[in-house]
């Protein structure tokens, strides 16, 4: 009879023991680490939430993506970042007193609804104003259409030397006149009859008092020619 009274207090003893170490294990502190990645690239994320709702607290990754928290054996954590879906994280019953893991997250696709927004109250306005806006290239344009004016080519065309062809034909052009004058006489106007009896006559006739150079209507060479659009041009 003391035996079974003796074994009934020991059993007793031990369940009592057994409850506490139980009561001791649920109680006690868990270092949760690990890193929160992207489940698609595998990239770090950085600055994600790591909430614990049963104790009301939680923390964030750093840049690598790497956390820490103080966690009880069977809490559950949400983990969120934005553009992801949250992912709820249960700390085993059995874990020692550290414990790690890699959370990935699956990102969060959501198709919006077109929104148009028009900054006028119909088409009309619209076309309007698309009409009378002012091109940001408009100064830009003015001055390429002046400098390609057909005006400034021609000044320009007529500013330019002569091209090599030309040149060349130039200088065969005086060395075929040097060999034509080769031992002819130079002749003197002042002693030439025939320039004297040309100009007793153009003063007879008033050639002389004749001033329309004066006014512009001399044209000395053909329309085009340089001397033509430098008049022009003044």
Known sequence: MRYNIFFVLVLIFLLSLDQNADAQGQNKYVTFSGFVIDSKTDEPLPGAYIINERAGRGTLSNSKGYFIIDVFPGDSLVFSYLGFKKQYHIVPRDVSLNYSAVVELSEDAKMLKEVKVYPFRNEEEFKLALLEMELPDARERAILEESFSKENLDRAVAMQGMSAGANYRYAMNQQL??????????????????????FIKSLKDGSFSNKA???????PRTEGSRDQIFRNSN
């Not at 034509?180 to 009896?197: C, D, E, H, R, V």
């Not at 150079?213 to 044209?219: A, E, L, P």
């Open 177 to 198: 006149m040097q060999i034509q004058s080769k031992g002819a006489i130079t002749t003197n106007p002042l002693t030439s009859p025939f320039a004297w009896a040309s």
């Open 213 to 219: 150079y004066k006014k512009g209507d001399y044209q």
